[in-house]
């Protein structure tokens, strides 16, 4: 442990300078871009972990820019460890530049810091650490994609294309001791044709930009607003951005105006029913056929992540986190007949729920070395609303880098983690791997 130890020390100041590297590409996604599957971004943040496996003489796989693999060690059984390099918009409210790593107080900071280049940067040195120190009697194969957060198509197309399966392992993209389930999740459009009289009240409204971010802005007109000579009203809304998974953690700039535009009553404002109908669906007492809770997998939650009204079209795009007691088509249908005639519901995407018994041998030995390594934590394992890479595979968990009792940032302003953490974090796994390789 000591030689680990040191290890990272000597090669912290190369960690943090490729990390700060990786941080600096913008990697939103941006479908078919030059040729790409999710953007040119996206692609030059693969060349640059293929440019580091090449340095570190690590095998390695370009999977046609959807995503790489990289692999050492030797066996018939693989170990799989999925990362992703896509993140979600920097939103507002930053105190630093997002896209620009940069350390101050002890902590890092910088969009993706911890969801989840930070983690990549980790997998790739650990790679290299182990290739170096050990004699691992299994393979580990890390998996960089580049599409988690809008749809995960990368993994689809790691399946699709037959690559080899791991017969078991961890995405370091969640939370300690170990996440054993995921809720199903539902990426639902909604939309319908508009007819406006602009030489009556209407309204168009903007908001949001993911459907997996709680939206921290959004902005409202109302025209022909004759009220103290105003012909129209401008209204605006600055919330707090969050994961969907929680959106209790945030606050929704999109629904909280919402809230306020509906105040004024007693006017004919002629597109605001669609208001009304969104602000109906959020209120969890009114549609409780929704809403389901099971004891294992908790509650449903909704974010409405994107709303856009003009003349023409009513869009949203919303996050639906489900438990097993309801279905995806269930959930359809529920929203076709909420809203009605002339609406579309459309699945854009979609995530079944995974589970993995908690006496499983992935569970024990990820629990076995935070025992070795003296690391005591209170929580059992859990399950999440999140999503991760995980779901694609049997006998895959979450596993880190971020405890439940400390705020990240993650898919919010000022992501961060702490200069101790991360160097925790490359010492956790370099022995959880060992653990797995045994």
Same mark, same amino acid.
């Given at each position: 442990?000591?030689?680990?130890? @040191?290890?990272?020390?000597?090669?912290?100041?190369? *960690?943090?300078?490729?990390?700060?590297?990786?941080?600096?590409?913008?990697?939103?996604?941006?479908?078919?871009?030059?040729?790409?599957?999710?953007?040119?971004?996206? @692609?030059?943040?693969?060349?640059?972990?293929?440019?580091?496996? @090449?340095?570190?003489? *690590?095998?390695?796989?370009?999977?046609?820019?959807?995503?790489?693999?990289?692999?050492?060690?030797?066996?018939?059984?693989?170990?799989?460890?999925?990362?992703?390099?896509?993140?979600?918009?920097?939103?507002?409210?930053?105190?630093?530049?997002?896209?620009?790593?940069?350390?101050?107080?002890?902590?890092?900071?910088?969009?993706?810091?911890?969801?989840?280049?930070?983690?990549?940067?980790?997998?790739?040195?650990?790679?290299?650490?182990? =290739?170096?120190?050990?004699?691992?009697?299994?393979?580990?194969?890390?998996?960089?994609?580049?599409?988690?957060?809008?749809?995960?198509?990368?993994?689809?197309?790691?399946?699709?294309?037959?690559?080899?399966?791991?017969?078991?392992?961890?995405?370091?993209?969640?939370?300690?001791?170990?996440?054993?389930?995921?809720?199903?999740?539902?990426?639902?459009?909604?939309?319908?044709?508009?007819?406006?009289?602009?030489?009556?009240?209407?309204?168009?409204?903007?908001?949001?930009? #993911?459907?997996?971010?709680?939206?921290?802005?959004?902005?409202?007109?109302?025209?022909?607003?004759?009220?103290?000579?105003? =012909?129209?009203?401008?209204?605006?809304?600055?919330?707090?951005?969050?994961?969907?998974?929680?959106?209790?953690?945030?606050?929704?700039?999109?629904?909280?105006?919402?809230?306020? /535009?509906?105040?004024?009553?007693?006017?004919?404002?002629?597109?605001?029913?669609?208001?009304?109908? /969104?602000?109906?669906?959020?209120?969890?007492?009114?549609?409780?056929?929704?809403?389901?809770?099971?004891?294992?997998?908790?509650?449903?939650?909704?974010?409405?992540? /994107?709303?856009?009204?003009?003349?023409?079209?009513?869009?949203?795009?919303?996050? *639906?986190?489900?438990?097993?007691?309801?279905?995806?088509?269930?959930?359809?249908?529920?929203?076709?007949?909420?809203?009605?005639?002339?609406?579309?519901?459309?699945?854009?995407?979609?995530?079944?729920?995974?589970?993995?018994?908690?006496?499983?041998?992935?569970?024990?030995?990820?629990?076995?070395?935070?025992?070795?390594?003296?690391?005591?934590?209170?929580?059992?394992?859990?399950?999440?609303?999140?999503?991760?890479?995980?779901?694609?595979?049997?006998?895959?968990?979450?596993?880190?880098?971020?405890?439940?009792?400390?705020?990240?940032?993650?898919?919010?302003?000022?992501?961060?983690?702490?200069?101790?953490?991360? @160097?925790?974090?490359?010492?956790?796994?370099?022995?959880?791997?060992?653990?797995?390789? #045994?």
């Amino acid at each position: 442990m000591e030689n680990i130890c @040191k290890i990272i020390e000597n090669e912290f100041k190369n *960690i943090i300078k490729d990390l700060s590297t990786l941080i600096s590409i913008k990697t939103i996604e941006n479908i078919r871009e030059n040729g790409t599957p999710f953007g040119s971004e996206n @692609k030059k943040a693969l060349e640059f972990i293929i440019e580091k496996a @090449k340095e570190f003489g *690590i095998k390695y796989k370009n999977l046609d820019d959807y995503l790489c693999w990289l692999e050492i060690g030797k066996g018939n059984e693989m170990i799989g460890i999925p990362v992703h390099l896509d993140v979600v918009p920097e939103g507002e409210g930053w105190e630093t530049e997002p896209f620009k790593l940069e350390e101050k107080d002890g902590y890092f900071y910088g969009r993706g810091v911890v969801d989840n280049k930070g983690p990549a940067i980790m997998m790739l040195y650990i790679l290299k650490f182990l =290739k170096e120190n050990e004699k691992l009697h299994k393979r580990v194969r890390v998996i960089f994609g580049t599409n988690e957060e809008t749809g995960m198509k990368c993994i689809k197309y790691y399946l699709d294309k037959k690559e080899e399966v791991p017969i078991m392992g961890f995405t370091p993209d969640a939370l300690y001791p170990v996440v054993i389930g995921e809720k199903g999740r539902l990426h639902i459009k909604i939309f319908k044709n508009l007819k406006i009289e602009k030489e009556k009240e209407y309204l168009k409204f903007i908001g949001g930009k #993911k459907s997996n971010v709680v939206p921290d802005y959004a902005e409202c007109s109302v025209y022909n607003y004759e009220n103290n000579n105003k =012909k129209q009203l401008n209204l605006n809304y600055k919330g707090a951005a969050c994961h969907a998974s929680t959106p209790e953690k945030g606050i929704n700039a999109i629904t909280e105006l919402i809230k306020i /535009i509906l105040l004024n009553k007693g006017r004919v404002i002629q597109n605001i029913e669609i208001l009304e109908k /969104i602000n109906k669906l959020v209120t969890e007492e009114e549609n409780e056929g929704l809403y389901k809770i099971s004891e294992k997998f908790g509650k449903l939650t909704l974010n409405i992540g /994107i709303l856009s009204i003009d003349e023409k079209k009513f869009t949203s795009e919303i996050d *639906i986190r489900y438990p097993e007691v309801i279905s995806e088509q269930e959930i359809k249908e529920y929203l076709q007949n909420f809203f009605g005639n002339g609406y579309e519901i459309k699945i854009l995407n979609s995530k079944p729920l995974h589970y993995v018994e908690e006496n499983s041998i992935i569970v024990n030995k990820l629990l076995n070395t935070l025992t070795q390594l003296k690391i005591i934590l209170e929580e059992k394992p859990m399950i999440i609303g999140g999503g991760t890479y995980a779901s694609y595979f049997d006998n895959m968990v979450g596993f880190g880098p971020k405890y439940q009792n400390i705020r990240t940032g993650g898919h919010g302003k000022n992501e961060n983690i702490s200069k101790e953490e991360f @160097k925790k974090n490359l010492f956790i796994y370099y022995n959880a791997i060992l653990e797995l390789c #045994k």
